[in-house]
């Protein structure tokens, strides 16, 4: 039997199993995985991950026509529309978003790093902390340059492959899984960087400068809110 005629015959297997099972034999291609590590690809509200505004929920945000501003201490303040955006290099990591009031949710959040965007405009030596506004700009927070340059640290606009609604920081909000979530802004309209700190919406109101996450009890969203214990400071991988 021939290499040809054999490699014919196996195809003829697999395509044979994939129609018994239901599955399709085509047009899987350059489609992304559809799970992350051991959870199926559920939205924030499925698994009921509260919703919280501080300053009032916007209502309807007009994502088409979105623009996150970058001044301060850089050499090329811009503007970046949504398009703009969605040109530049894209991030995706699988990290959880955790709450000072103690729940934590997993998923794969994609957007820009920060990074990049700091690259874009050509941040100064001088900048020390890196401060988002919300829209409105009513909440704002400030995070340090060395955390705002890590690799997780994100303008992130999906969560498990779908936009970020306004009930969750759509279009775009800071996902800085690193430290507490008031510090991950939600429906960023700009960002200063800064040379020096200023205490933001919540830290004036007694949280934390530092935003830094701290071990005990916390509520596992993707866990059906099952009570599991932070072992330590810094990002939350149970």
Partial sequence: ???????????????MAQSCSGEPASDTAGKPDQTTQGD??????????????????????????W????????ERPRSFTWEELQALPQTEVDSRLTSVTRW????????VA?????????????CQYVRFWSVGEVYDTSIPIDIARLEKSLLAHTFNREYLDEDYGGPVRAFIPYLWGYKSAKSVVKVELMEY??????????YTDSGEIEPGPCRDMNDGGAIKQIPGPGEVEF
């Fill in 1 to 15: 039997m021939t290499r040809n005629l054999i490699c014919i015959l196996i195809l003829g297997l697999i395509l």
């Fill in 40 to 65: 199926t690809l559920k939205s924030l509200a499925d698994i009921n991950t509260p919703i919280f505004w501080a300053e009032g929920h916007p209502g309807r945000l007009d994502r088409a026509n």
């Fill in 67 to 74: 623009t996150v501003t970058f001044t301060g201490a850089c």
């Fill in 104 to 111: 934590s949710s997993r998923g794969l959040w994609k957007g």
């Fill in 114 to 126: 920060l990074s990049t965007l700091l690259a874009e405009v050509g941040v100064k030596p001088s």
């Fill in 197 to 206: 700190y200023v205490p933001g919406f919540w830290e004036k109101r007694g």
